[in-house]
């Protein structure tokens, strides 16, 4: 396919592109990774956890964007209640598409592949991936929360299979209120 060459090599100028034998890239790249020369799996987002600040839904990343998967050791947060006798904790993940995956269009002049910054769109979109089943992964807390008293602690971890799961202790008792529960899936 001499354009996809020509486009590849446009772009990785001051790099080999090899092209040589386009039948047999697949199978020898599948036999490479039979033989333990695997290909690093990372996320292509950056995710975050909802939290209400001043009444307001506001987003803390927790995984960021080209974190290998499965992660070696998980992201620890601790989370206070938002409200005054606050019962439950839920958690929201949502998807950060920053302006380095969303904000460049690609052109095509004279053949050539060009890349274009957009400066117009908003730098920063979220979209909640798991707001419809959330309530279903709810911490409960007993006695309820207050704000500014440290009382949970989540640990986030993704999985082999990009399964973003969270276990979550009671500060105050120490019980384990969710225990590697699956929040979402992970692009």
């Not at 990372?42 to 209400?52: A, D, E, I, K, Q």
């Not at 927790?62 to 601790?78: F, H, K, L, N």
């Not at 269009?105 to 089943?133: C, K, L």
């Amino acid at each position: 396919m001499p354009s996809v060459r020509r486009t590849l090599q446009g772009y990785f100028t001051n790099m080999a592109v090899r092209a040589d034998k386009p039948f047999t890239a697949v199978a020898e790249g599948a036999l490479q990774v039979a033989a333990g020369f695997g290909v690093e799996d990372y996320l292509v987002h950056s995710y975050g956890l909802r939290y209400l600040d001043n009444g307001v839904h506001a987003w803390d990343e927790i995984i960021s964007v080209g974190s290998r998967y499965p992660t070696e050791s998980p992201v620890e947060i601790t989370l206070s209640a938002a409200h005054p006798n606050q019962t439950e904790v839920e958690f929201v993940i949502g998807e950060i598409d920053t302006d380095s995956v969303s904000m460049i269009e690609v052109r095509y002049e004279d053949g050539q592949a060009v890349f274009v910054a957009q400066a117009n769109q908003s730098s920063q979109q979220i979209v909640p991936i798991n707001e419809a089943n959330a309530s279903s992964r709810l911490a409960q807390l007993h006695p309820p929360g207050s704000p500014g008293d440290e009382r949970l602690k989540a640990e986030f971890r993704v999985d082999a299979r990009r399964q973003l799961r969270v276990t979550v202790t009671d500060l105050h008792g120490g019980e384990v209120l969710l225990n590697d529960v699956v929040l979402a899936t992970l692009r």
